[in-house]
């Protein structure tokens, strides 16, 4: 999909705040921390996108940058709850009349919470992710102190570590893509806006919360502690808490799945099913060395590499009856119902790349077997989120499976050499892991 179109509302104190809206359904406008937010600059992120269109397919997603960041106006009188307050009214006018599901993606809970207690009528639902009551506890932390350091003594390598830290090990170009994102805004928001953000105290008000409310939580975070989220969950009258495995700090990094079948659940009432008694074996496909690949060959180039592997990917999933899932931006997620399927496939799949002798066209693969959730065409859970991992620890033309996945084959001819045990984020255990030989 094109990036959607910048759209500007216009406040009662005369600023311009940009927005865009994508997909149909109930309004799902999302509130953003003041030093992530813009809203271009964002949409260019691979896993920023796929979020966003996996919530589109059921929701209308509005985003847009407060005052003082991204596109928005800078503005003159300063920074304050009330200005921000008005930012986000602005844009409710501008979409249209319709109560709203009002979603934070971290930590914003001061701005949703201040705007319901004003015009309860205009929210329908509240989303807080990993959020904190009062903005000094996120400043006071460990983390944040830690951040700040960072970034001030070097703020490429700082932002860096910054991301290694909120995220975890494990991610990859994906992590590099967010904090070159990190580096770009930095540099597009007022200091002012940016202190201002933190510069609130709503839980002495939670009580006076009103409209259902779903609070969610990693289990294991490296930011926002647990216990901050179950004092705001514990303060907001009938207020679900769902605490997710894992340790990402950020929605779109290991939750994006989960987080979409949650709103599905609270907001429209829609269960999800576990696919039980079935198995799947699930694979990804990632073309290795995206990001620099793209710096280095430009755009359009690297849009014909992305065409040539999907191409190929999908041709030996037709030929070994797999069902692709989606497309994740630099590669392709897809199951099988035989394990053995999903092995050749991949194996085709290299053998194809090879085949093809593009220097700069090399794909990393993994698989992984188990019962994921399943909810319509998609897939979700544990059994995925290690497969993702699992692709992580491939080099390009590698294909590396899990020690469930050999054993689904064992007896069937295929050769495979152990490595050493992969540490894989939100996973407890050390995980087996073997990469496929070339023979059978």
């Known amino acids: 999909m094109d990036a959607p179109p910048i759209q500007y509302a216009r406040t009662e104190d005369d600023l311009n705040i940009a927005y865009w809206a994508i997909g149909d359904g109930p309004t799902l406008i999302f509130h953003h921390p003041m030093s992530f937010s813009h809203i271009e600059q964002e949409w260019r992120t691979t896993y920023h996108r796929e ?45 249209g009349p319709q109560p709203a599901i009002l979603a934070s993606l971290f930590g914003g809970t001061g701005v949703p919470v201040l705007f319901l207690l004003a015009d309860p009528a205009r929210v329908s639902h509240l989303v807080l992710w990993s959020p ?33 830290l909120m995220v975890g090990l494990g991610e990859g170009e994906r992590a590099q893509e967010f904090a070159l994102l990190l580096q770009r805004t930095a540099t597009s928001t007022d200091d002012g806006a940016r202190a201002a953000a933190y ?70 009432g829609e269960q999800a099913k576990s696919a039980t ?21 430009g755009d359009a180039a690297a849009q014909d590499l992305v065409r040539a592997h999907n191409a190929i990917v999908r041709t030996a999933l037709e030929a070994h009856s797999g069902h692709e899932v989606k497309h994740t931006g630099d590669g392709i997620f897809a199951w099988f119902s035989a394990a053995s399927n999903g092995l050749d496939c991949a194996r085709v799949i290299q053998q194809s790349v090879t085949d093809l002798a593009n220097p700069d066209l090399g794909v ?38 899990t020690n469930v996945v050999r054993e689904l084959v064992a007896g069937k001819g295929y050769l495979f050499s152990e490595r050493e045990p992969a540490a894989l984020k939100g996973v407890e255990e050390p995980v087996r892991l073997f990469t496929l030989g070339d023979d059978t």
Not at 140 to 163: I, M, Q, W
Not at 277 to 297: E, K, P
Not at 381 to 397: E, S
Request: proline residues 5%; contains cysteine.
């Open 51 to 95: 979020f966003y269109l996996a919530l589109a397919a059921h929701f209308r997603v509005v985003r847009f940058d407060q005052r003082g960041c991204g596109l928005s106006d800078r503005s003159p009188a300063g920074y304050s709850a009330n200005g921000f307050l008005l930012d986000l009214d602005a844009v409710l006018r501008a979409i």
């Open 132 to 164: 904190f009551a009062r903005g000094a506890d996120f400043l006071e932390l460990p983390f944040t102190k830690l951040s700040r350091e960072l970034r001030a003594v070097d703020p490429v390598h700082g932002t860096e570590a910054f991301v290694t």
């Open 199 to 268: 510069d609130f105290d709503v839980l002495e008000r939670l009580s006076e919360v009103e409209v259902p409310t779903l609070v969610l939580q990693p289990s294991d975070p490296r930011m926002v502690p647990a216990n901050l989220a179950r004092q705001v969950a514990g303060a907001v009258p009938g207020a679900e808490l769902v605490i997710l495995d894992g340790q990402s700090s950020l929605p779109w990094f290991g939750h994006a799945g989960t987080y979409v079948a949650h709103l599905r659940r609270f907001v429209l």
């Open 277 to 297: 008694g079935m198995t799947h074996t699930v694979m990804f496909t990632d073309l290795a060395a995206s990001t620099a690949t793209t710096q280095r060959l």
């Open 364 to 401: 990393k693969i993994g698989l992984n077997a188990g019962e994921p959730i399943a909810e319509e065409d998609d897939l979700y859970g544990t059994a995925v989120q290690i497969a993702a991992r699992v692709t992580d620890q491939a080099a390009a033309g590698e294909i590396v499976c």
